[in-house]
């Protein structure tokens, strides 16, 4: 069972940045994806960006060219550089680690947008 510790929200101004970091602990042998999830209140959970064990990345549409999905493995963290944060952004933002069929979630930070 691989466990999972986000950090990094909070709360910024529009066009401002945050980093939010994804520490996994316990059985990590196997993940073959990572990624970034957000909800808003009232919407369904929804990709923002994941990364492959040979680091490809995909991101949505919403976000591309503003946030920058990584890992360091050697750290055992998953990092999500948000820059030119905007009011679609907020949301509690959730890592996700994939083993096999199997997913792990961490229990998020929430990430507010307001001037």
């Known amino acids: 069972q691989v466990q999972l510790e986000e950090s990094g929200g909070g709360l910024v101004q529009p066009g401002g940045s945050l980093q939010l970091s994804c520490v996994s602990s316990?059985?990590?042998?196997?993940?073959?994806?990572m990624a970034w999830y957000r909800q808003a209140p009232g919407k369904q959970r929804e990709l923002v960006a994941s990364?492959?064990?040979?680091?490809?990345?995909n991101y949505a549409d919403s976000v591309k060219d503003r946030f920058t999905i990584s890992k360091d493995n050697a750290r055992s963290t998953l990092y999500l550089q948000m820059n030119s944060l905007n009011p679609v952004d907020p949301a509690v933002y959730y890592c996700?680690?994939?083993?096999?069929?199997?997913?792990?979630w961490g229990q998020g930070t929430q990430v507010t947008v307001s001037s």
């Open positions: 316990g059985n990590t042998f196997g993940i073959v994806l």
């Open positions: 990364i492959s064990s040979g680091r490809s990345t």
């Open positions: 996700n680690h994939r083993i096999g069929n199997q997913d792990s």
